[in-house]
DNA sequence: AACTATCGCAACCGCGCGGAT
DNA sequence: GATCCGCGCGGTTGCGATAGT
């Protein structure tokens, strides 16, 4: 597209972190002025008196003013919900934020990115795909390196087969919970203290349901899982989450 | 107590899409 | 059809908070 200006080379505009003022304004503004009637963004910071360009005021709004935004941590329900959503539809964040009201699709991303990506990485799985990483084309960082190097072997059998299964049937992660024995919530081993599973290479196949083309086997009412339902604890080295 | 490393989140940047002209 | 314009999206960065040494 052709010569398109940039939206905050304005000279005197204030950049970086949001001051009180700033945010009253804005929410006063919007407030008054109600859900889109008769203006649009970049029109904001003059009609708000405000030193920012209207995309600055537009993120701080979505992602943090907006009333009904939910703050704190992320539930059990949402890191499944989000990884269930990702593996149907990628990083395309927006589109998993409509499935999760009260989040933003930058919320989404910064927790996909900081606590679940790494988990699966650690776990074996790549987070781009929801499959087993191949032993050969490790995606993973060098502190993951070391961890496949000192992992007894590599694996020595092809992906088990991937299953589809409905929201309803046995397979989901919740059986990742209940082989682990104790009381946690099916996503804890998320939440809490980074545990290593033994490589990719270790002994136990962690399944994926994760089909090739996923979006074209998958209903809007279905959701994939990780198949974890039929291996035991030992065979899924899960007593690493245990430390 | 001081320093360093790591984490987590807010904010920025650049690009593409779609509507308007 | 070409261009402009506003918006939204996804990737990345900056920096304060916290943990570790």
Not at 23 to 36: A, C, I, N, S
Not at 88 to 102: D, Q
Not at 186 to 194: G, I, T
Not at 213 to 218: A, L, N, Y
Request: one cysteine or more.
């Amino acid at each position: 597209m052709g010569g398109r200006k940039p939206c905050c080379d304005e000279v005197g505009l204030r950049k970086g972190p949001w001051t009180a003022e700033e945010d009253g304004k804005l929410v006063d503004f919007l407030r008054t002025r109600g859900d889109r009637g008769g203006w649009c963004w970049r029109d904001v910071p003059k009609l708000a008196g405000l030193r920012r360009c209207g995309k600055s005021c537009r993120l701080r709004w979505t992602n943090y003013l907006r009333p009904d935004l939910k703050r704190g941590l992320f539930t059990e329900e949402e890191i499944q919900l989000v990884i269930d959503l990702h593996a149907r539809l990628g990083n395309r964040w927006s589109k998993i934020a409509i499935e999760l009201p009260g989040r933003t699709d930058n919320d989404i991303k910064n927790y996909w990115n900081t606590h679940i990506k790494r988990k699966l990485i650690r776990m074996g799985i790549d987070p781009n795909t929801h499959r087993r990483f191949e032993f050969n084309q490790q995606k993973v960082n060098e502190e993951e390196k070391v961890l496949l190097v000192n992992s007894p072997k590599p694996p020595s059998q092809p992906e088990v087969p991937l299953v589809l299964q409905n929201d309803t049937s046995a397979g989901n992660l919740n059986n990742l919970a209940d082989v682990d024995g104790d009381d946690d919530q099916p996503w804890s081993f998320l939440m809490e203290n980074d545990g290593v599973v033994g490589g990719g290479g270790g002994a136990g196949e962690l399944t994926m349901l994760l089909s090739g083309d996923i979006s074209s086997s998958c209903s809007s009412s279905s959701s994939l899982w990780l198949k974890y339902g039929d291996l035991g604890y030992e065979d899924l080295e899960l007593g690493c989450f245990d430390d």
